[in-house]
């Protein structure tokens, strides 16, 4: 997950197998490996790989090994898993997005902590 950083706990999973729709808050870590209709707000998001995104994630950091299709929130870091996909624009202030990955979208990165730089995705 998040290298040198003290995680917060688990508070929420959504299994491989389930549905939830909805809007999900949560002050700990939420994992989604089912399928999730709604928007996710918490501490830390982490779509697995079979999990399923059709909403906004915001969270201090994300971790997208699924699919997202909306806007990802970071305050502090997205990163996209090799196997991950997004279909949305990511705001944050440090984005990772791994060899593999697939991301269509915009990212807006903050800059020394007073602006915002717009950079267009390559596809």
Avoid: W
């Avoid at 989604?32 to 918490?42: P, T, Y």
């Avoid at 991950?84 to 944050?92: F, K, L, R, S």
């Amino acid at each position: 997950m998040f290298k040198g950083k003290k995680h917060t706990r688990l508070e929420v999973v959504i299994g491989a197998e389930s549905v939830f729709r909805g809007e999900l808050t949560s002050k700990g870590t939420v994992r989604i490996d089912g399928c999730f209709e709604g928007n996710v707000s918490a501490d830390c998001v982490i779509i697995g790989e079979s999990g399923k995104v059709i909403g906004d994630i915001t969270g201090k950091g994300l971790i997208i090994g699924g699919k997202i299709t909306g806007n990802s929130r970071g305050t502090e870091s997205v990163e996209i898993q090799p196997k991950g996909e997004v279909h949305g624009d990511i705001y944050t202030v440090r984005l990772t997005v791994a060899e593999g990955a697939a991301f269509e979208g915009r990212s807006c990165t903050q800059k020394n902590n007073r602006e915002l730089e717009y950079i267009p995705a390559e596809g």
